[in-house]
């Protein structure tokens, strides 16, 4: 057994989320973590809305609203969402927590006395018609190495590189267009340069590890190349307070420094909420442990490059050396698992143009899993995809619907009609246990795959078998099977799909939780193999409202211990089997239309 940390990318809490951003973080987490916890490891997934930065300042200002009135409305529909789509946190959690501050704080006060921290002086952007800070990412311009358009202050898209806002050719505000002023400044910033070795050093070992995705060690490789200081505080209002600079209140900490620790302080909530305070530190302190980061590939460089080097400035095992602070030492993550991008009709995501599925509006159309089904089998796991109505209703009916759905539904119902239980099976033909063999090693074949981060192929082996029972039922036409002779064979054969259903359901319930603990049910089960998230409501465990009140938010948490092993259970002879009803809702084609006329609407 080992011990896994799945730490997740925290979503940003400026409004709702669309499935281009649970494609990428959401779902491919949870089916890792839910496998790996029925394959006996003791698993800590965390994560929480980021709540801090300008993004979240202009949306509030366009609502008329504070910052922390946004980020709470946000949160909590996050929160819903997520757990709607039943991603099993063991906790959700946010920025804006005590707890969160203190960690934060803590950490930059280390990593500063460490030396890696200098101050330098620099040109800030301000909005001319407000004299409001204008941040990296809301400046943009023509990127000056590759003449790519619409570049921001910290980074262009198109060719990856890091950038400053005064880098830009051109820079104008996103906000509202004007030119910005540029402001003598000072700022704290991470020594990247003096971290370099150790970075490559690690990278270079993971790259021998021969884990990663090819895109993510080589994107994360190119960004050490022309390696620089990186500002981690930002002239803003509303943030985490900069240590040190607390009589300068227009100073915070940067999203690079804050939200990035977020994976650490969420551990250290959930430990203390779990009533042993010093939990977390099985998955931080201890070197056997491991840890998997899943984003989008937006977010590879913080990750792969920015989070390691302040953990590693943590641990002082940089050029200037160090010692760690009360935290101990803390792992380096194991593997960065990044996604490409889904696209939207061949359109990239764009809340502001209307290009976009939110996940509430799509979970309350169609069923979760059939969204969960379509990023796991057709979402961007290597290379950009694409979601197309077309495809979604297709993918549905014919491989949902179809496939799986009629396999449960067609075993269900000829055991309940002929024998209103699981029968007592006779001797088993080659074919039978051809059928049975087959499936019973997809737990490791899938297994595997779901390990390695090759989920499109594992539910696509997982489907394959689906396609074999499929066909056994098809040659062994137990429908024909109606004299009293035959039905010493026709138990045979519905035991052996039985069996196969069952198996089957517990390979698929890491990407499908919902419909396995329906198709447990219509076996004859209780409905609970996969367990679901809760919201729970509770109190900051560190600071109140200003006027002495708890402050209360929404964490999404669970009990995920009771899970089936990854392996064959043997059915129960003699369990009964009502009538059942049909697992998976089959679409009607008219709904790409529909969907397509309510995006132009």
């Not at 980020?71 to 707890?99: C, H, K, M």
């Not at 070197?287 to 984003?295: D, G, I, K, R, T």
């Not at 059942?580 to 790409?592: C, Q, S, T, Y």
Request: glycine share 8%; net charge negative.
């Amino acid at each position: 057994m080992s011990r896994i940390l799945s730490a997740v990318a925290w979503p940003y809490a400026n409004g709702p989320r669309h499935i281009g951003h649970v494609a990428g973080f959401g779902v491919p987490s949870d089916v890792f973590s839910r496998y790996m916890r029925m394959a006996g490891h003791d698993v800590l997934m965390v994560s929480g809305t980021d709540e801090h930065g300008t993004p979240i300042l202009v949306a509030a200002d366009q609502e008329h609203v504070t910052a922390r009135e946004l980020a709470d409305r946000n949160n909590r529909l996050i929160v819903e969402d997520l757990q709607a789509l039943g991603l099993s946190y063991d906790l959700f959690t946010r920025t804006t927590t005590g707890n969160h501050y203190n960690v934060v704080r803590a950490m930059f006060e280390v990593v500063r006395d460490n030396g890696y921290m200098l101050v330098e002086t620099t040109r800030g952007a301000i909005s001319p018609s407000t004299g409001r800070t204008l941040p990296d990412r809301y400046i943009e311009g023509t990127c000056p190495l590759c003449g790519a358009e619409g570049a921001r202050g910290d980074q262009c898209d198109n060719c990856g590189n890091q950038l400053d806002p005064t880098d830009l050719i051109n820079p104008h505000s996103r906000i509202n267009g004007e030119t910005p002023e540029f402001v003598s400044t000072d700022h704290y910033f991470l020594d990247l340069p003096s971290l370099a070795a150790a970075l490559s050093k690690w990278l270079d070992e993971r790259e021998e590890s021969g884990t990663w995705r090819p895109n993510v060690i080589k994107f994360s490789q190119n960004f050490l190349k022309e390696i620089r200081p990186r500002a981690m505080t930002r002239d803003i209002d509303w943030g985490i307070p900069v240590p040190g600079w607390e009589d300068q209140p227009s100073k915070r900490l940067y999203v690079w420094f804050d939200a990035v620790v977020g994976y650490l302080s969420a551990s250290i909530e959930w430990a203390r909420r779990s009533g042993d305070p010093d939990a977390w530190r099985k998955w931080w302190n201890d070197p056997e442990a491991l840890s998997y980061y899943f984003m989008g590939k937006d977010n590879i460089v913080f990750h792969s490059q920015i989070w390691p080097a302040e953990l590693l400035g943590y641990n002082g095992e940089g050029a200037k050396g160090g010692e760690p602070g009360d935290l101990g030492h803390l792992n380096l993550p194991t593997e960065v698992v990044s996604s490409e991008f889904l696209t939207m009709e061949g359109k990239k995501f764009a809340s502001s143009r209307g290009i976009v599925i939110y996940v509430r509006d799509m979970l309350s159309r169609y069923q979760p899993d059939a969204l969960r089904y379509f990023i796991s089998a057709a979402g961007p796991e290597t290379s950009d995809a694409d979601f197309t109505w077309t495809e979604f209703v297709r993918r549905t009916n014919s491989e949902l619907v179809a496939g799986w759905g009629n396999l449960v539904n067609r075993t269900a119902s000829m055991i309940h009609k002929r024998f209103g239980e699981i029968p007592q099976p006779g001797e088993l033909t080659d074919d039978d246990r051809a059928l049975l063999d087959a499936v019973e090693a997809g737990f490791d074949e899938v297994g595997s795959l779901i390990r390695t981060h090759h989920q499109k192929a594992a539910l696509g082996q997982a489907m394959h078998l689906v396609g074999l029972a499929n066909k056994y039922v098809t040659d062994q036409a137990p429908f024909k099977l109606k004299a009293e002779e035959e039905r010493p064979r026709l138990a045979t054969i519905l035991w052996t799909l039985a069996q196969v259903v069952s198996d089957l359901n517990i390979m698929l319930s890491p990407f499908l939780p919902h419909s396995a603990n329906d198709v447990d049910t219509v076996m004859g089960g209780e409905g609970t193999i996969a367990p679901m998230p809760r919201i729970d409501e509770v109190e900051d465990l560190d600071v109140t409202n200003e006027d002495g009140s708890p402050r209360r938010y929404p964490i999404l948490t669970g009990d995920y211990t009771h899970v089936p092993e990854w392996k064959r259970h043997d059915i129960e002879v003699g369990r009964p089997i009502a009538k059942p009803a049909p697992v998976f809702r089959k679409l009607d084609d008219a709904i790409v239309d529909e969907e397509l006329e309510r995006a132009q609407a």
